[in-house]
T-cell receptor
Framework: GDSVTQMEGPVTLSEEAFLTINCTYT??????LFWYVQYPGEGLQLLLK?????DKGSNKGFEATYRKETTSFHLEKGSVQVSDSAVYFC?????????FGTGTSLTVIP | NAGVTQTPKFQVLKTGQSMTLQCAQD?????MSWYRQDPGMGLRLIHY???????DQGEVPNGYNVSRSTTEDFPLRLLSAAPSQTSVYFC?????????????FGPGTRLLVL
């Protein structure tokens, strides 16, 4: 069945460090791919998305490229800030259903 | 515009009790869904609805019922609570079709079943 696998955390980085969170997927069709972010005590918010192969989603300095050949959608940011501390979820949409990864907790220290 | 609202914020139940988790949205979204969030498991889809009068099962529907009598409301019912249903529950909504990707999540309901 359809599923998403993302790297386990927690991840701790110093401010201005480079961030990569790996995400790979399994899907029978051509899913849309997403990254959601969850700040403490809140619901999830859409961070970025890509709907077809080779699309790059970007928002707030974060980027992810839909790679069909490696079934991946890795999240990257060149210089993280303390305010980026949150839990990040990779997800895919297959038809009317969404499948989420287990989440990766990121802590950025000054 | 309140977005997606959920009540209650926190609830403690005893095994076997029933309760309804409320979810409402004021954005006229046709698609609504319920997820549970458990440590190490991410979010798992329980039930979803693509419009009033239409519901369908997600990945983990057992032990939960839903109905969708209006566009605005999508309650989740636990008929006989079990400790395995201890979790954080999120409701989400979105426009249908290609706009469905931008789901708007509520703040969550934390449920403890003793």
């Amino acid at each position: 069945g359809d599923s998403v696998t993302q790297m386990e955390g927690p991840v701790t980085l110093s401010e201005e460090a480079f961030l990569t969170i790996n995400c790979t997927y399994t899907a029978t069709g051509y899913p849309s791919l997403f990254w959601y972010v969850q700040y403490p005590g809140e619901g999830l918010q859409l961070l970025l998305k890509a709907t077809k192969a080779d699309d790059k989603g970007s928002n707030k300095g974060f980027e992810a490229t839909y790679r069909k050949e490696t079934t991946s959608f890795h999240l990257e940011k060149g210089s993280v800030q303390v305010s980026d501390s949150a839990v990040y979820f990779c997800a895919l949409r297959a038809g009317n259903q969404f499948y989420f990864g287990t989440g990766t907790s990121l802590t950025v220290i000054p | 515009n309140a977005g997606v609202t959920q009540t209650p914020k926190f609830q403690v139940l005893k095994t076997g009790q029933s309760m309804t988790l409320q979810c409402a949205q004021d954005m006229n979204h046709e698609y609504m869904s319920w997820y549970r969030q458990d440590p190490g498991m991410g979010l798992r889809l329980i039930h979803y609805s693509v419009g009033a009068g239409i519901t369908d099962q997600g990945e983990v529907p057992n032990g939960y019922n839903v109905s969708r009598s209006t566009t605005e409301d999508f309650p989740l019912r636990l008929l006989s609570a079990a400790p395995s249903q201890t979790s954080v529950y999120f409701c989400a909504s979105s426009y249908p079709g290609r706009y469905q990707e931008t789901q708007y999540f509520g703040p969550g309901t934390r449920l403890l079943v003793l």
